[in-house]
């Protein structure tokens, strides 16, 4: 039993606990334990994931406390191949989001006190073996979430924005919560531990009547959790009227929950459910990508336009989720890493403009990166990240999720296909030319750059990432790989699937013999 992944998930709420004690008035101190406890979260997450061992099936690092045995919930803890990663780019996000904060002027304890929560809540929500906790951790991040946003979200229509993401948001929520109770009644466990549950179900599996009810639940609860087309209005106004750190944390890792909850409870334990609901999903994902990418495309408010591309690139993880194969749903999983680093920077560039101008304007931008050479450099690289270029991580995951839907639904990644790259790449790099190039405007000449260390920092690390994960995807896919093997046996009833790497040849095979060609007269 380790406590190591307890440590990671209880700093945030312990730092949490101590900004409330602390007097309003010491706002430096306040700053540096939330600075403290997320740098050392994300230093453990470092080596919980470089400590993880791949290739090995199940979860590692398990800690787990009796609570309501009688209930059958009890807190346990672990990571496998999949979350381990996410837990990772996690607590990379939330340190660069604390370190992004420092636009916050006004009530500075309770902002930090629900960052932190926030943080708490998103870690723990990943690490969760017990479906009760899991969602239970979600709460703590989403609650944060409506209330930073309306108090100190960014202009005229913040009220509405929050409003609207909470009515979304809660119902999203409460489809899953039925969702997840009825797995469990279903299963007849008496727990709600999701390795118990899945026992049951491979020893007794849910018959096809009860699949048919309950997987929608999950899917359009999850769905509307992870912005699916047509229920992702929620997430561009949102993300324009929240601060950069809800941002950064929302759409980078927060957004992802639904996605693993799709990935690793409903489809494995609900096959004959998933699959009659794959060819909605491939259909649906367009959506995503076609229609937000257009939307992307007339935008001339920054922010708008990165919630937009964000809500775009989850029509790829969807479109890799519904080829049901091991490549597609281990490249679904990379670009869920890869998003959520390329997100956080994206919005935290876009925070370090509003920071100055009090607008994100793109009309009133150009030759910002003139005035900002470093900020505007790394803003290069996330708009070519999110355009696909290789080097990156987003790359390898698009490209792994698109090989994988083309053998299942070529009609629908030929469009993906056009609309990730076509789209994706006029709104991307007409959002580099109006902000960085041209001539500098009267906004420009008043720009500053992120000179300082603890401003350069968070970019930086964000960039690392997308770079280190993008050039060394093994990194990543050799931890994934094994643990959705597993998945995809279980969600098609154990038929052959599409994988990363092939198995190795088993004893010493001679290779075929080579006939020498008859020498010439």
Same mark, same amino acid.
């Given at each position: 039993?380790?406590?190591?992944?307890?440590?990671?998930?209880?700093?945030?709420?312990?730092?949490?606990?101590?900004?409330?004690?602390?007097?309003?008035?010491?706002?430096?101190?306040?700053?540096?334990?939330?600075?403290?406890?997320?740098?050392? #979260?994300?230093?453990?997450?470092?080596?919980? !994931?470089?400590? !993880?061992?791949? /290739?090995?099936?199940?979860?590692?690092?398990?800690?787990?406390?009796?609570?309501?045995? &009688?209930?059958?919930?009890?807190?346990?803890?672990?990571?496998?191949?999949?979350?381990?990663?996410?837990?990772?780019?996690?607590?990379?996000?939330?340190?660069?989001?604390?370190?992004?904060?420092?636009?916050?002027?006004?009530?500075? +304890?309770?902002?930090?006190?629900?960052?932190?929560?926030?943080?708490?809540?998103?870690?723990?929500?990943?690490?969760?073996?017990?479906?009760? $906790?899991?969602?239970? $951790?979600?709460?703590?991040?989403?609650?944060?979430? !409506?209330?930073?946003?309306? *108090?100190?979200?960014?202009?005229?229509?913040?009220?509405?924005?929050?409003?609207?993401?909470?009515?979304?948001?809660?119902?999203?929520?409460?489809?899953?919560?039925?969702?997840?109770?009825?797995? #469990? *009644?279903?299963?007849?466990?008496?727990?709600?531990?999701?390795?118990?549950?899945?026992?049951?179900?491979?020893? +007794?599996?849910?018959? /096809?009547?009860?699949?048919?009810?309950?997987?929608?639940?999950?899917?359009?609860?999850?769905?509307?959790?992870?912005?699916?087309?047509? $229920?992702?209005?929620?997430?561009?106004?949102?993300?324009?009227?929240?601060?950069?750190?809800?941002?950064?944390?929302?759409?980078?890792?927060?957004?992802? !929950?639904?996605?693993?909850?799709?990935?690793?409870?409903?489809?494995?334990?609900?096959?004959?459910? &998933?699959?009659?609901?794959?060819? =909605?999903?491939?259909?649906?994902?367009?959506?995503?990508?076609?229609?937000?990418?257009?939307?992307?495309?007339?935008?001339?408010?920054?922010?708008?336009?990165?919630?937009?591309?964000? *809500?775009?690139?989850?029509?790829?993880?969807?479109?890799?989720?519904?080829?049901?194969?091991?490549?597609?749903?281990? /490249?679904?999983?990379?670009?869920?890493?890869?998003?959520?680093?390329?997100?956080?920077?994206?919005?935290?560039?876009?925070?370090?403009?509003?920071?100055?101008?009090?607008?994100?304007?793109?009309?009133?931008?150009?030759?910002?990166?003139?005035?900002?050479?470093?900020?505007?450099?790394?803003?290069?690289?996330?708009?070519?990240?999110?355009?696909?270029?290789?080097?990156?991580?987003?790359?390898?995951?698009?490209?792994?999720?698109?090989?994988?839907?083309?053998?299942?639904?070529?009609?629908?990644?030929?469009?993906?296909?056009?609309?990730?790259?076509?789209?994706?790449?006029?709104?991307?790099?007409?959002?580099?030319?109006? =902000?960085?190039?041209?001539?500098?405007?009267?906004?420009?000449?008043?720009?500053?750059?992120?000179?300082?260390?603890?401003? +350069?920092?968070?970019?930086?690390?964000?960039?690392?990432?997308?770079?280190?994960? /993008?050039?060394?995807?093994?990194?990543?896919?050799?931890?994934?790989?094994?643990?959705?093997?597993?998945?995809?046996?279980?969600?098609?009833?154990?038929?052959?699937?599409?994988?990363? *790497?092939?198995?190795?040849? +088993?004893?010493?095979?001679?290779?075929?013999?080579?006939?020498?060609?008859?020498?010439?007269?």
């Amino acid at each position: 039993m380790s406590i190591l992944l307890t440590s990671i998930i209880g700093l945030p709420f312990a730092g949490a606990l101590a900004v409330a004690m602390i007097p309003r008035n010491n706002r430096l101190i306040i700053r540096s334990v939330a600075l403290l406890v997320t740098m050392v #979260s994300m230093l453990l997450a470092t080596y919980l !994931f470089s400590e !993880f061992q791949s /290739g090995v099936l199940g979860y590692q690092f398990v800690h787990e406390i009796a609570w309501i045995p &009688s209930l059958g919930i009890n807190y346990a803890v672990g990571v496998d191949g999949i979350s381990v990663g996410i837990i990772l780019m996690g607590a990379i996000v939330a340190f660069a989001a604390t370190c992004l904060s420092h636009e916050i002027t006004e009530r500075e +304890k309770e902002y930090y006190f629900l960052l932190l929560m926030m943080i708490g809540g998103i870690l723990g929500a990943f690490a969760s073996l017990d479906l009760f $906790f899991f969602f239970a $951790f979600h709460e703590f991040a989403l609650i944060p979430t !409506f209330i930073m946003i309306g *108090v100190w979200g960014r202009g005229e229509n913040k009220n509405y924005a929050a409003f609207n993401i909470t009515i979304y948001l809660t119902i999203g929520a409460l489809l899953a919560l039925f969702g997840l109770i009825a797995l #469990s *009644v279903q299963a007849g466990a008496n727990s709600f531990d999701i390795r118990v549950i899945t026992a049951a179900i491979k020893a +007794k599996p849910l018959t /096809g009547a009860v699949q048919a009810w309950i997987f929608p639940l999950l899917l359009f609860g999850f769905g509307i959790l992870v912005s699916l087309w047509p $229920f992702h209005s929620w997430a561009p106004l949102g993300y324009s009227a929240a601060p950069t750190a809800t941002a950064m944390l929302h759409a980078g890792v927060l957004k992802k !929950f639904g996605l693993y909850g799709l990935i690793r409870i409903a489809i494995p334990l609900m096959p004959i459910g &998933s699959q009659a609901w794959m060819q =909605v999903i491939a259909v649906l994902c367009l959506g995503n990508i076609l229609f937000c990418g257009f939307v992307a495309m007339r935008q001339r408010d920054l922010n708008l336009l990165i919630g937009n591309s964000s *809500v775009a690139h989850m029509g790829f993880i969807f479109l890799g989720i519904a080829s049901l194969t091991t490549l597609g749903v281990t /490249g679904a999983v990379v670009i869920i890493i890869a998003h959520g680093l390329l997100a956080a920077l994206s919005f935290g560039i876009s925070g370090h403009i509003y920071h100055q101008t009090k607008t994100l304007d793109m009309d009133q931008m150009g030759g910002f990166l003139k005035p900002m050479p470093f900020v505007g450099a790394a803003m290069v690289m996330a708009m070519m990240a999110g355009c696909g270029l290789p080097g990156f991580a987003n790359f390898v995951g698009e490209s792994m999720t698109l090989f994988a839907a083309w053998k299942v639904f070529p009609v629908v990644t030929s469009l993906a296909v056009w609309g990730g790259l076509v789209i994706g790449a006029v709104y991307m790099l007409r959002a580099i030319r109006s =902000v960085l190039h041209g001539p500098v405007s009267p906004m420009g000449e008043r720009m500053i750059d992120a000179v300082s260390f603890w401003r +350069k920092l968070p970019f930086a690390l964000l960039l690392i990432g997308l770079l280190v994960f /993008g050039v060394w995807p093994r990194l990543i896919t050799d931890k994934v790989n094994p643990c959705v093997e597993e998945i995809i046996a279980m969600a098609t009833f154990g038929q052959p699937t599409a994988k990363v *790497v092939p198995p190795p040849v +088993k004893g010493k095979q001679r290779p075929p013999s080579r006939k020498r060609p008859a020498a010439r007269p």
